[in-house]
């Protein structure tokens, strides 16, 4: 793949967490180029969330500067958060609004015009099989169900960068399969997408280039390629690849 010269996002020097006195990242640097999927990889508690956190702006760096399209948040708060649609790992949802009320905030709030958001919301719906939920209040829903409304509206609104939160586990299999191909469709349009999952045998097929994460420090970073050199372990798989990387940090 032929990336741009400049990156969508970027993460320099990224030293961050919830405490000054004990940062849970270290100086992380990092891009994510137009048109790639980038996986963020790690065990429990490395710290992928807390770097999403960041990128959002939900959370401030203690010191480091992260940039998307060039900006950051302190530069244009309401462009910077349009240039992205997150889907978090456990969906938040307003109870008493329904399936549609929902995708329709999504919509208002990243200004898209009436027409666009109708056909593109009864298409998803469609896609999600919820066509029949459409008007269900989201505090009767499935947790599976829950989530494809987060995904339905992150899609809905078509950003330059997609954020998405290990988004397979509460998914039916249909569910995971109509995730996938909006994925690939909407990289091949252009759009970035940073995903975080356990599941790296799908991370694999669908990923361009990888980021592990270990002990909020990136001690891998590349094309599975360049993973698999780092392990010396030419044929591996990314499973078998972060296996041994991790246990090997883990020692050290
Ligand atoms: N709200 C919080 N307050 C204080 N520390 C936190 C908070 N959330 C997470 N942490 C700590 O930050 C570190 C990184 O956690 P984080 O949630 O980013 O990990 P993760 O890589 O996303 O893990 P997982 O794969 O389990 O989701 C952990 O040590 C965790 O205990």
Redesign the pocket.
């Known amino acids: 793949m032929q990336l741009q010269s400049k990156p969508l996002l970027e993460v320099e020097r990224l030293t961050g967490?919830?405490?000054r006195q004990r940062p849970?990242l270290h100086q992380l640097n990092f891009s994510v180029h137009a048109g790639e999927m980038v996986g963020l990889i790690?065990?429990?508690?490395?710290?992928?969330?807390?770097?999403i956190k960041h990128i959002l702006g939900l959370m401030q760096p203690h010191t480091g500067e992260i940039r998307l399209k060039g900006r950051t948040i302190q530069d244009d708060p309401t462009a910077y958060r349009r240039t992205y649609a997150y889907v978090p790992?456990s969906p938040l949802l307003y109870e008493e609004l329904t399936v549609q009320e929902h995708i329709e905030l999504a919509a208002m709030a990243y200004g898209m015009q009436r027409e666009h958001y109708e056909s593109r919301s009864a298409a998803l719906l469609e896609e999600f099989q919820m066509s029949a939920y459409a008007n269900r209040l989201s505090a009767h829903l499935s947790k599976g169900m829950k989530q494809k409304v987060m995904i339905m509206s992150a899609f809905l609104v078509r950003p330059e960068l997609y954020i998405i939160d290990?988004p397979f586990l509460g998914l039916d299999p249909l569910g995971i399969r109509s995730l996938l191909e909006l994925m690939v469709k909407v990289k091949e349009s252009g759009a970035a997408i940073l995903i975080?999952s356990?599941i790296l045998t799908t991370i694999e097929k669908y990923g361009d280039r990888y980021f592990l994460?270990q002990k909020?420090k990136l001690t891998a970073t590349g094309d599975m390629e360049a993973l698999r050199a780092q392990a010396g372990m030419p044929e591996a798989s990314l499973d078998d690849v972060f296996c041994s990387l991790v246990t090997r940090g883990e020692q050290s």
């Open positions: 967490g919830y405490s849970v790690g065990l429990n508690g490395a710290g992928k969330s807390t770097t790992e290990e975080s356990h994460l909020g």
